[in-house]
């Protein structure tokens, strides 16, 4: 049986592996001039290939697809992947948060194993699949190149984002060829644009431990962890994540809490302590003891507060304000980054035209969709990866 792999990144190196090693006769065609192109930036340039937690876990944090995913997960889990890649040999370590990268922090390294347990596919690179068309239960695929014939045809093109990396939305084409539907793409895991001004002056500014809320058209979440600013924007572990939920919501509130450990109460006592120890300090002298410096003045300024202002003549108001924006910092919502900028793609193939336990197209027989080009996205830390090597595995161990 010949079988056509679409795309040699994270999801079509697992399946041609797997394949290949099965007997199958795999070719992978890659537009690009080397396989796994994309898995050469993630996480910055180390590849945080899985998160090692339990399949409950994994589940709970995937945003879109979490029951289409219930079934590739369990047949190959966080633990299967750890497994997996160190049979390969390659050395891993679990970071905070259950990140696992290789032991190297070398995302080539991921690559390089990958390729070699698909040493015997057939691996095609600079050649870009043009058309791929059903005639007599066998796939013509017509190639910038050449022509071929193939018993089944396997897209792991990926999405939208990192275009650069050769995720341009061909896989949604080939789907929309066959008559699948597809859900628009859309940006997932990108930096959150805000309005307020004060940004540009906190540009590269990084905050630990706070929590990040928001109000998505009535519905909360909040987020702990770290974040930064950029020059218009919010990004980080814990703002990415958010910008997943928020989607293509318009009517969002955001804020900060810079205290997330403790309540109003505790933190109006930690304030008088700092007041009663500091009373002939300014009031921004003493905010540095709760804020990083760089925020400070754009704290004060935002409510109204002289930063050259005594610590004996703040009143009681003025206090209580300090607290409220503490526990409740306002940011005002822009737009969140286009789905080119974003780690992964949110959107793509309905899980609706796909077999969740084979990846295989229920309207198609012999065509199956794998990894990001289906509407699937996950939270960071992992996750992403764990999906395309989940898919994967789940649509080769299932083509017999």
């Known amino acids: 049986m010949k079988i056509l792999i679409i795309g040699g990144g994270a999801s079509g190196l697992m399946a041609g592996g797997i394949l290949c090693n099965k007997g199958f006769d795999v070719t992978i ?3 690009n001039e080397k396989c796994g192109k994309k898995i050469y930036i993630t996480g910055k340039g180390r590849c945080n290939l ?3 937690c339990s399949v409950d876990e994994f589940l709970n944090n995937v945003i879109h697809g979490n029951k ?6 369990r047949q190959f889990t966080p633990s299967d992947t750890i497994e997996f890649f160190e049979n390969l040999g390659l050395k891993l370590k679990t970071e905070r948060g259950n990140r696992v990268f290789p032991v190297s922090d ?3 390294d991921v690559t390089k194993y990958l390729l070699m347990n698909a040493k015997k596919c057939n691996i095609v690179l600079n050649e870009k699949v043009e058309s791929v068309k059903k005639s007599d239960n066998k796939f013509i695929v017509k190639t910038d190149k050449k022509e071929y014939c193939f018993d089944k045809v396997i897209v792991a093109t990926g999405g939208k984002s990192y275009p650069a990396t050769g995720s341009t939305g061909d896989g949604y084409k080939i789907a929309k060829s066959f008559g699948l539907n597809l859900i628009a793409p859309h940006s997932a895991l990108v930096p959150i644009k805000i309005k307020d001004s004060f940004c540009k002056s906190l540009e590269g500014l990084s905050l630990k431990n706070v929590k990040l809320k928001a109000d998505i058209n009535g519905k909360k979440q909040e987020l702990f962890g770290e974040m930064l600013f950029t020059y218009d924007a919010i990004s980080g572990p814990i703002a990415l994540s958010l910008s997943s ?11 900060i809490d810079f205290k997330p450990a403790l309540d109003e109460e505790k933190l109006n006592n930690r304030l008088l302590r700092e007041f009663d120890a500091n009373k002939n300090k300014n009031i921004y002298n003493v905010m540095k003891n709760l804020l990083s410096y760089r925020l400070v003045e754009v704290f004060l300024n935002v409510i109204n507060i002289d930063k050259d202002k005594k610590i004996n003549t703040i009143t009681k108001d003025e206090r209580e304000k300090i607290i409220k924006y503490l526990k409740k910092f306002e940011l005002h919502f822009d737009s969140l980054y286009p789905v ?7 959107g793509g193939v309905d899980l609706k035209e796909i077999n969740p336990k ?3 197209s229920k309207k198609v027989r012999g065509l199956y969709f794998i990894g990001e080009v289906l509407d699937i996205d996950c939270l960071t830390g992992g996750f992403n990866l764990q999906a395309s090597f989940s898919t994967a595995y789940a649509c ?3 083509i017999e």
């Not at 289409?68 to 997960?73: A, K, P, V």
């Not at 080119?340 to 949110?346: A, P, Q, R």
Request: zero cysteines; proline letters at 0%.
């Open 396 to 398: 080769a161990n299932n």
């Open 245 to 255: 939920y928020i989607g293509q919501e318009r009517n969002v509130q955001l804020s």
């Open 50 to 52: 899985t998160n090692n």
């Open 68 to 73: 289409f995913l219930f079934s590739s997960i």
């Open 340 to 346: 080119e900028t974003g780690i992964v793609t949110s």
């Open 29 to 31: 065609i890659d537009k």
């Open 106 to 108: 070398k995302a080539s």
């Open 358 to 360: 084979t990846m295989e």
